[in-house]
């Protein structure tokens, strides 16, 4: 209760004496009032509307520009049964008017209503935020789960599965007149690789390579992705065929660079890549699988012709669903 008057604050303190439920705070001066009850956290506060050196409607304004007790009940006291006083203490952000001293059995009745209906009100709030974090917890959750599912658990870079819905996706974004390029590609000599060094060397290798092809696409249009076992493929929509070759042939020049011993290799010390390059303008009349199976023999005549190199596809794409 927020008065300057301590006789009237004893008199409301007597009329709820009896009420053990209910524990009375008084505070005499206003000036301190806010800070008062940010420190006891009432459940509902009785303040009168005049008092020396603070106007009681611009207090109300502050208990509701705090955002300790912008929610706290606020019942005026006022010795004025004045509809225009009580029409400016509603206006100020006051729930309820009663005029001093009200009767007991009103007093509690309306200090246990207001008192009810904030605490219901904190519960549904709190609540509210629990099942907001749990929402958002849910949803952080469920990401993980995508990426994870997207993601190859050895290399940490696209798997399989994800690089078929990229393609399909990409494949349905183009236009008439974009172009889309693919890049398949293997380790050469991988089995020898395994054979010569043991499996545990075989899978840092996957993962350096992973990590090299990863750095040379960083755009978000475009996909690396581990297509099984030491094959990888690329897809770069928007991408023309001497654009693709270049990307390619830096991928070939970098992996080399990276200088992993291969003593099992045929054509170089050091581990490397071979690798296929098809272009196509997707249309309705083909499908992606024409567009893989462009690149895989792209792949195949690079392996053919000695490994470590890139092949293009020359032919149409059209040709290989004929």
């Not at 000036?31 to 020396?52: F, G, K, N, W, Y």
């Amino acid at each position: 209760m927020v008065d300057d008057q301590l006789m009237i604050i004893e008199a409301v303190r007597r009329l709820l004496a009896d009420e053990r439920d209910i524990f009375f705070l008084y505070c005499l001066n206003p000036v301190t009032a806010v800070s008062t009850a940010i420190e006891s956290r009432p459940t509902i506060i009785l303040q009168d509307l005049v008092m020396p050196g603070v106007d009681g409607l611009d207090l109300v304004r502050r208990f509701r520009e705090n955002s300790a007790t912008e929610h706290t009940p606020i019942v005026v006291l006022s010795t004025r049964e004045d509809p225009k006083v009580k029409g400016e203490a509603f206006a100020a952000g006051a729930n309820d008017y009663l005029v001093k001293l009200p009767d007991k059995i009103e007093l509690v009745a309306r200090i246990r209503y207001h008192s009810k209906a904030y605490l219901n009100q904190l519960q549904r709030d709190e609540a509210y935020r629990a099942l907001q974090l749990s929402q958002r917890q849910l949803a952080e959750a469920n990401w993980a789960l995508q990426c994870l599912a997207a993601q190859d658990g050895l290399t940490g870079i696209a798997n399989r599965r994800f690089f078929d819905n990229f393609l399909e996706l990409a494949w349905k974004r183009a236009s008439e007149a974009d172009r889309l390029s693919l890049i398949l590609l293997d380790i050469d000599y991988f089995k020898a690789f395994n054979d010569t060094y043991g499996h545990q060397r075989g899978d840092e290798c996957l993962k350096q390579i992973a990590t090299a092809l990863s750095s040379l696409v960083n755009q978000p249009t475009n996909l690396v992705a581990r297509y099984g076992g030491e094959e990888f493929a690329v897809v770069l929509p928007d991408t023309s065929t001497s654009e693709a070759l270049y990307i390619a042939e830096t991928m070939r020049a970098k992996v080399e660079s990276l200088g992993i011993g291969h003593s099992g290799s045929k054509s170089s010390p050091w581990a490397t890549i071979s690798l296929g390059v098809a272009t196509i303008t997707p249309s309705s009349k083909i499908s992606p699988a024409a567009l893989i199976a462009a690149a895989d023999q792209g792949l195949y005549r690079a392996k053919r012709s000695g490994r470590n190199q890139v092949a293009l596809f020359e032919e149409t794409v059209e040709s290989i669903e004929r």
